[in-house]
C-alpha cells in the first residue's frame, strides 16, 4: 500500500504571498490531519478533515485554511505568507475502521518564506 | 488545556546500557498516549500507544495516571535506537488530535 504522498516536498515563497500543499492519505484513509514543525514550536496541530469536513481545529490564524476532497486528498493554504510560517508540514491519515488512533504520516512539505 | 512535556532534548548512552524517555502530561480527562519516533531520513511513525500495553523493538511505556507520566523505557539500548522520540496525547474530546511533546533525540554510541 502506499504511504501518505504530500506534493511539493519543498518550496520557497516571499512574503505576502500564498501557498498550497497537497496531501494524499492512504487508500480508504478518510481522516486526514496536517501539522506544522518548527524549531522553536515544535509539532504543532493545524486541523483534521474527515469525509470532506473539517472536524478539528487547532489555535492558528485565519490565513490557515484546508479542505478535502471526496477522493479524501486533501490541500491545506496559507495566504499573505509570514517569515514565522516557515515550517515543515506535515500531513497525516487515519485509518477509521478500525480506529487504532494511529496517525500515517507523509514526508512533510517544507515551506521557506523569505 | 492538554500539554505533554519532555524535560529531556537530549538522551546519550552506550550500547547496552538502560535508557529511559521521560513524558509527563497535563489532561483533565482520560487521555490516551502514544510514542512516536523518527529515524533518520524516515517519517515519523507510531512506537508504542498506552492501550496496546505491549513492547515494541524492546520498548516499553507505562501510563501512571497518578503521576500523569508516560515514560518509554528499554534495558539495552541498540545503535539502531537511535531517533527522535515523541510522546504524544489524544483526549476524548479532541478527537484525533495529537498533541505532541518536544521531542527526545536519543543517541546511543558504541
Known amino acids: 500500500k502506499a504511504g501518505v504522498t504530500q506534493t511539493p516536498r519543498y518550496l520557497i515563497k516571499t512574503r505576502g504571498q500564498q501557498v498550497t500543499l497537497s496531501c494524499s492519505p492512504i487508500s480508504g484513509h478518510r481522516s486526514v490531519s496536517w501539522y506544522q514543525q518548527t524549531p522553536g514550536q515544535g509539532l504543532q496541530f493545524l486541523f483534521e478533515?474527515?469525509?470532506?469536513?473539517?472536524?478539528n481545529k487547532g489555535n492558528f490564524p485565519g490565513r490557515f485554511s484546508g479542505r478535502q476532497f471526496s477522493n479524501s486528498r486533501s490541500e491545506m493554504n496559507v495566504s499573505t505568507l509570514e517569515l514565522g510560517d516557515s515550517a515543515l508540514y506535515l500531513c497525516?491519515?487515519?485509518?477509521?475502521?478500525?480506529?487504532?488512533?494511529?496517525?500515517?504520516f507523509g514526508e512533510g512539505s517544507r515551506l521557506t518564506v523569505l | 488545556a492538554q500539554r505533554v512535556t519532555q524535560p529531556e532534548k537530549l538522551l546519550s548512552v552506550f550500547k547496552g546500557a538502560p535508557v529511559e524517555l521521560k513524558c509527563n502530561y497535563s489532561y483533565s480527562g482520560s487521555p490516551e498516549l502514544f510514542w512516536y519516533v523518527q529515524y533518520s531520513r524516515q517519517r515519523l511513525q507510531l512506537l508504542l500507544r498506552?492501550?496496546s500495553r505491549e513492547s515494541i523493538k524492546g520498548f516499553t511505556a507505562d501510563l501512571n495516571k497518578g503521576e500523569t507520566s508516560f515514560h518509554l523505557k528499554k534495558p539495552f539500548a541498540q545503535e539502531e535506537d537511535s531517533a527522535m522520540y515523541y510522546c504524544?496525547?489524544?483526549?476524548?474530546?479532541?478527537?484525533?488530535?495529537?498533541?505532541f511533546g518536544g521531542g527526545t533525540r536519543v543517541l546511543v554510541k558504541p
Open positions: 498506552h492501550i
Open positions: 504524544a496525547l489524544s483526549g476524548a474530546a479532541a478527537g484525533n488530535k495529537l498533541t
Open positions: 478533515y474527515f469525509s470532506e469536513t473539517q472536524r
Open positions: 497525516a491519515s487515519l485509518r477509521d475502521i478500525p480506529n487504532t488512533g494511529e496517525l500515517f
